[in-house]
């Protein structure tokens, strides 16, 4: 672990989740510059294992599987309070996590498992449901297998887009190749399908199945949802997470599988079914690295804030999994309910970037409803020149703004004003 010690510290600690397989100590220079340059001490752990491209660390080790499921999280948190007392002679006032994608799962994991360990908790794009996630990687992956070696759909996945966007781009009053509420949009990639034989221009029946099976979702054979599909409007990024031969989701599965459900260093994704393995991991897994408890009371007892947000243009994890989640949470809160906020932003693909404006101010939204009382009903979402550039707090020019509403109420255009800019818009 390391611990980023301002010489300005405001009295707040910020941990840092990590990406992937891995924890986030590699990146720290990327996800701390900024919080420690106002002030923060920040924490950022290996995960209990070196960088990895994958998840060899874990073949034959279990307890470096408890380590990057939770363990190492909640020792960094609790060694880091030490240290901040021990160096500034005074204890934090505030202690905040943020983590996005595996990040968001170590988020929810701490408010879960840990409740003691954070007073605001931001969780992005969140993996919680992990064995549901790898094995729909690994679905997905074989779903688009079209021509071995080739990414087939990949090609036409700009044409797609296109079509669901000039479907349900208006649906909030503003054509601006932004869909604010992909759930509303009833988008079917059948009017792209060939009148006859195959082109660049038009669908195949093949590529039509395939394309409305991921809107639907990974399911079992008997149809129970395993994980919600992707939503029209997130197509531009699916080549790189699981229709290309050589894409991120389905070499993730195989390392899960192979390194952490099997422990069997021969086990090949080619061998995956999804009705006999889903349930083998989950059996195996679940209890260990799975943060899907919604039972929040102990953590909001205290006082704590939960603050989720998540892209509906991600293409490695579906939208659909966050609101899930939130609103089972949320549910099972009762009288606190109200400490949790669910901000789905329009164009956002995985943890930023993507079509629409990406860059979210999460920190400072958490610490003002942590320390006024009064929830965020709206944050800005920024489009820089460069995203990069602006996560890490350096100089980069804005080109649109649009605001990301609390769930379920999202953006609606006034009917005036340049649609490049949050004010005008309202959250309904």
């Not at 010690?5 to 891995?22: D, I, S, T, Y």
């Not at 080739?150 to 700009?158: E, F, I, Q, R, S």
């Not at 781009?169 to 079917?188: M, T, V, W």
Request: charged share 20%; glycine share 10%.
């Amino acid at each position: 672990m390391r611990v980023w010690l301002p010489a300005n510290w405001n009295g707040k600690m910020l941990g840092f989740g990590g990406g992937g397989f891995n924890g986030s100590l590699s990146i720290d220079g990327l996800v701390l510059t900024k919080p420690v340059n106002n002030g923060y001490a920040g924490l950022t752990t290996d995960a209990g294992h070196d960088v990895s491209d994958g998840a060899k660390w874990a073949l034959g080790n279990p307890e470096k599987i408890v380590d990057f499921a939770h363990r190492a999280n909640h020792v960094g948190a609790v060694a880091t309070k030490a240290i901040i007392s021990a160096y500034y002679g005074a204890p934090a006032k505030r202690s905040y996590f943020w983590g996005c994608s595996n990040g968001g799962r170590d988020a929810l994991m701490l408010a879960q498992r840990y409740p003691e360990d954070y007073d605001g908790i931001i969780a992005g794009a969140p993996a919680n449901s992990w064995t549901a996630l790898m094995s729909s990687f690994a679905r997905n992956g074989a779903l688009t297998s079209l021509s071995p070696g080739v990414d087939a759909l990949g090609p036409k996945l700009k044409l797609v887009h296109e079509a669901a966007v000039r479907k349900c781009d208006a649906l909030d009053g503003a054509k601006d190749a932004l869909i604010s509420n992909p759930a509303k949009c009833r988008f079917d990639p059948a009017v792209l399908q060939c009148k006859a034989g195959a082109g660049p221009s038009c669908l195949s029946k093949p590529e039509v199945a395939a394309v409305r099976a991921i809107y639907k979702g990974t399911r079992t054979g008997d149809g129970a949802l395993i994980m919600p599909g992707f939503p029209p409007g997130s197509e531009l990024e699916w080549s790189n997470w699981f229709t290309a031969p050589k894409s991120q989701a389905p070499s993730m599965a195989e390392d899960f599988f192979r390194n952490m459900v099997y422990s069997d260093a021969a086990w090949e994704r080619s061998r995956f079914v999804l009705d006999r393995d889903y349930p083998v991991a989950k059996q195996r897994m679940a209890a260990i690295i799975d943060a899907t408890a919604t039972d929040l009371r102990p953590f909001m007892d205290r006082g704590g804030k939960l603050l989720m947000y998540h892209g509906w243009d991600d293409p490695a994890i579906p939208a659909g999994n966050s609101i899930r989640y939130f609103e089972s949470a949320r549910a099972a809160a009762g009288k606190r309910a109200d400490q949790m906020r669910l901000f789905m932003v329009p164009g956002m693909a995985h943890c930023g970037g993507g079509t629409g404006p990406g860059n979210l101010d999460s920190l400072g939204a958490l610490d003002d409803w942590v320390q006024t009382g009064a929830a965020p009903e709206r944050l800005i979402a920024t489009k820089y020149e460069d995203d990069k550039l602006a996560f890490a707090g350096l100089a980069t020019k804005p080109i649109q703004t649009r605001p990301a509403c609390a769930w379920p109420k999202t953006p609606r255009y006034k009917g005036s004003g340049p649609t490049t800019e949050a004010a005008s818009f309202v959250c309904k």
